[in-house]
C-alpha cells in the first residue's frame, strides 16, 4: 500500500486521532505506533503545546556524570543521551581530573546577538556611519521592547555595523547585541529586530530583509581548563597519545569532525537535560571550530612541566534557565533542579565542562586501549536485547559476544537460541 501524506486538517485533531489517521495513511494497525504514546497522558497534552502536529513522545535515557567538581563546588550533572559509554567516559575522567582540582571555569556575560539585513543601499559606507551615529536613539527602542529585561539587569547593549559583500550584492548589516540575562534570549534578541527594522530602514536608506538572532553565539563564550592526573590516566605513553590525537585532530578537518562529535556528546546530553536549544547549540560551536578561516579541534591539549596533561575548551554556549522547555517540561526542570545552577553562566560552565571531560575520554580510549573496547562492552547490552534476551539471558549473551569478539545482531541471536535450548 502506498502512502498518502495528504492529511486535510489533521493539525487540527487531538494526538489520538492523529496518530489513529497517520497510522490508516502508513497501511498500519494503530498498534504498530503505540510505542510512542506515553503512559502519562499528562506528558501527551504538554507535548501537544510544545510542537505541532503531535502523536506522541519519544524518551531518551537520562543517565547522571558523577565526580564533577568544577570551580570548588560538586555537581550531579544529568545527561540525557541514547549513546554508550558517553555518561561513563565523562564521569571517569571527572574523577582523574578530581587529582588536581577538579576543573576551572569561566564565561562571558549572557550577549546575544541580532541581525538586521538591510538591502538595495545606495551608499552602505555612509549608512554604515549613519546607523553608528544613532546608536543611542537605536538602543533605546530596543530597551523599549523588553522593560522586564532590562529591569533584571539585561538590554541592548552596543550596536556593530558590517558591510557584508555577497556575490551580487553588498548587504548594510547590524547587529545589535543585548545581554539576555539567563534566558537563552531568542525571543527577546528577535522582537528588538523587529522592532528596530524600520527605522534602522530608513537611516541606511534602503529595505531591510532578515531580522533575526544568530547562532554564532560568539559573544557568549564558555571555558574550561583542567588537569589530568598522568599516572591516572595510565602514564606517560597515554598522555602523549592523547596530545597526539588532539594534534591529528587540530591538523586534519576529517579528524576534527570526529574528535568535536565527541565534545558535542557530553554538550548536547546536558544540553538536551536541561530542556535548551540543542541545535542551537551545536550549531554555535561548529561554526567556532571554523573561525579561523578552516575547521579544527574545539579543545586543546599540551603537558605541564610536571608530565601531566592539560585540557582546555572554549565554545559558545547560548543557554538557558527561563522560557521554552527548560520551564515547561518537568523532566527539565528536574535536571535543573538536580544540578543546582543559579544562572545560565553557570550552566554554560558546567556544560563546558563535561565537554570537556567526556573528550579527554574518548582520547584516552583511542591512546590507550582502542574505542571499541570500552564502546561494545555497553553496546553489547543494546545489541543482546535487539536479539530479544531478557532479564539474565542479557548478561549471558553479552558476556559470549565479548568472548567471541564480534558484538553483532546475528550472533547475539544464535547465541540467545543456543542458551535457550540449553535451558530447555
Do not use: W
Given at each position: 500500500?502506498?502512502?498518502?501524506?495528504?492529511?486535510?486538517?489533521?493539525?487540527?485533531?487531538?494526538?489520538?486521532?492523529?496518530?489513529?489517521?497517520?497510522?490508516?495513511?502508513?497501511?498500519?494497525?494503530?498498534?504498530?505506533?503505540?510505542?510512542?504514546?506515553?503512559?502519562?497522558?499528562?506528558?501527551?497534552?504538554?507535548?501537544?503545546?510544545?510542537?505541532?502536529?503531535?502523536?506522541?513522545?519519544?524518551?531518551?535515557?537520562?543517565?547522571?556524570?558523577?565526580?564533577?567538581?568544577?570551580?570548588?563546588?560538586?555537581?550531579?550533572?544529568?545527561?540525557?543521551?541514547?549513546?554508550?559509554?558517553?555518561?561513563?567516559?565523562?564521569?571517569?575522567?571527572?574523577?582523574?581530573?578530581?587529582?588536581?582540582?577538579?576543573?576551572?571555569?569561566?564565561?562571558?556575560?549572557?550577549?546575544?546577538?541580532?541581525?538586521?539585513?538591510?538591502?538595495?543601499?545606495?551608499?552602505?559606507?555612509?549608512?554604515?556611519?549613519?546607523?553608528?551615529?544613532?546608536?543611542?536613539?537605536?538602543?533605546?527602542?530596543?530597551?523599549?521592547?523588553?522593560?522586564?529585561?532590562?529591569?533584571?539587569?539585561?538590554?541592548?547593549?552596543?550596536?556593530?555595523?558590517?558591510?557584508?559583500?555577497?556575490?551580487?550584492?553588498?548587504?548594510?548589516?547590524?547587529?545589535?547585541?543585548?545581554?539576555?540575562?539567563d534566558a537563552m534570549g531568542a525571543n527577546a534578541v528577535n522582537t528588538m529586530a523587529e522592532a528596530l527594522a524600520p527605522r534602522v530602514a530608513a537611516i541606511a536608506g534602503g529595505r531591510v530583509r532578515l531580522r533575526i538572532l544568530t547562532n554564532k553565539a560568539d559573544r557568549r563564550l564558555a571555558r574550561v581548563r583542567a588537569v589530568f592526573d598522568r599516572d591516572a590516566l595510565g602514564g606517560a605513553d597515554v598522555v602523549t597519545?592523547?596530545?597526539?590525537?588532539?594534534?591529528?585532530?587540530?591538523?586534519?578537518?576529517?579528524?576534527?569532525?570526529?574528535?568535536?562529535?565527541?565534545?558535542?556528546?557530553?554538550?548536547?546530553?546536558?544540553?538536551?537535560?536541561?530542556?535548551?536549544?540543542?541545535?542551537?547549540?551545536?550549531?554555535?560551536?561548529?561554526?567556532?571550530?571554523?573561525?579561523?578561516?578552516?575547521?579544527?579541534?574545539?579543545?586543546?591539549?599540551?603537558?605541564?612541566?610536571?608530565?601531566?596533561?592539560?585540557?582546555?575548551?572554549?565554545?559558545?554556549?547560548?543557554?538557558?534557565?527561563?522560557?521554552?522547555?527548560?520551564?515547561?517540561?518537568?523532566?527539565?526542570r528536574a535536571a535543573v533542579r538536580l544540578l543546582g545552577v543559579q544562572s545560565a553562566q553557570e550552566l554554560a560552565q558546567v556544560v563546558a565542562a563535561v565537554g570537556l571531560s567526556q573528550n579527554v575520554g574518548a582520547l584516552r580510549a583511542l591512546a590507550a586501549e582502542g574505542i571499541q573496547k570500552g564502546h561494545m562492552s555497553l553496546h553489547a547490552r543494546n545489541v543482546a536485547a535487539a536479539a530479544g534476551a531478557k532479564g539474565?539471558?542479557?548478561?549471558?549473551?553479552?558476556?559470549?559476544?565479548?568472548?567471541?569478539?564480534?558484538?553483532?545482531?546475528?550472533?547475539?541471536?544464535?547465541?540467545?537460541?543456543?542458551?535457550?535450548?540449553?535451558?530447555?
Amino acid at each position: 500500500m502506498s502512502v498518502n501524506s495528504r492529511l486535510p486538517g489533521f493539525y487540527k485533531l487531538s494526538p489520538g486521532d492523529r496518530l489513529r489517521n497517520a497510522s490508516h495513511a502508513a497501511g498500519l494497525e494503530a498498534a504498530d505506533l503505540s510505542p510512542l504514546v506515553p503512559a502519562d497522558i499528562e506528558m501527551l497534552a504538554l507535548a501537544d503545546r510544545m510542537i505541532e502536529n503531535v502523536v506522541g513522545t519519544l524518551s531518551i535515557p537520562v543517565g547522571i556524570a558523577a565526580n564533577f567538581t568544577i570551580n570548588d563546588r560538586d555537581y550531579l550533572i544529568p545527561m540525557a543521551t541514547e549513546e554508550p559509554s558517553v555518561v561513563a567516559a565523562a564521569s571517569n575522567m571527572a574523577s582523574v581530573a578530581r587529582h588536581h582540582g577538579g576543573f576551572r571555569t569561566s564565561s562571558d556575560l549572557p550577549i546575544m546577538v541580532s541581525q538586521i539585513q538591510v538591502v538595495g543601499v545606495a551608499d552602505p559606507r555612509g549608512a554604515r556611519m549613519r546607523l553608528y551615529e544613532a546608536e543611542a536613539e537605536l538602543l533605546a527602542l530596543a530597551n523599549d521592547q523588553d522593560p522586564l529585561l532590562v529591569k533584571l539587569g539585561g538590554g541592548a547593549r552596543s550596536i556593530e555595523v558590517r558591510i557584508v559583500e555577497a556575490s551580487e550584492a553588498v548587504y548594510v548589516v547590524l547587529h545589535l547585541h543585548v545581554d539576555v540575562r539567563d534566558a537563552m534570549g531568542a525571543n527577546a534578541v528577535n522582537t528588538m529586530a523587529e522592532a528596530l527594522a524600520p527605522r534602522v530602514a530608513a537611516i541606511a536608506g534602503g529595505r531591510v530583509r532578515l531580522r533575526i538572532l544568530t547562532n554564532k553565539a560568539d559573544r557568549r563564550l564558555a571555558r574550561v581548563r583542567a588537569v589530568f592526573d598522568r599516572d591516572a590516566l595510565g602514564g606517560a605513553d597515554v598522555v602523549t597519545g592523547i596530545v597526539d590525537a588532539y594534534r591529528f585532530a587540530a591538523a586534519d578537518p576529517y579528524r576534527a569532525a570526529t574528535h568535536n562529535k565527541g565534545i558535542m556528546n557530553g554538550i548536547t546530553a546536558v544540553v538536551l537535560a536541561t530542556g535548551n536549544d540543542t541545535r542551537a547549540v551545536e550549531a554555535g560551536a561548529h561554526c567556532h571550530a571554523a573561525s579561523s578561516g578552516r575547521y579544527t579541534s574545539l579543545s586543546h591539549y599540551e603537558i605541564n612541566a610536571d608530565g601531566h596533561l592539560v585540557g582546555t575548551l572554549e565554545v559558545p554556549m547560548a543557554v538557558g534557565l527561563v522560557g521554552g522547555a527548560t520551564k515547561t517540561h518537568p523532566a527539565a526542570r528536574a535536571a535543573v533542579r538536580l544540578l543546582g545552577v543559579q544562572s545560565a553562566q553557570e550552566l554554560a560552565q558546567v556544560v563546558a565542562a563535561v565537554g570537556l571531560s567526556q573528550n579527554v575520554g574518548a582520547l584516552r580510549a583511542l591512546a590507550a586501549e582502542g574505542i571499541q573496547k570500552g564502546h561494545m562492552s555497553l553496546h553489547a547490552r543494546n545489541v543482546a536485547a535487539a536479539a530479544g534476551a531478557k532479564g539474565d539471558e542479557i548478561e549471558a549473551v553479552v558476556e559470549r559476544l565479548k568472548t567471541g569478539g564480534h558484538v553483532r545482531l546475528d550472533k547475539a541471536e544464535v547465541i540467545l537460541a543456543e542458551l535457550r535450548a540449553g535451558a530447555s
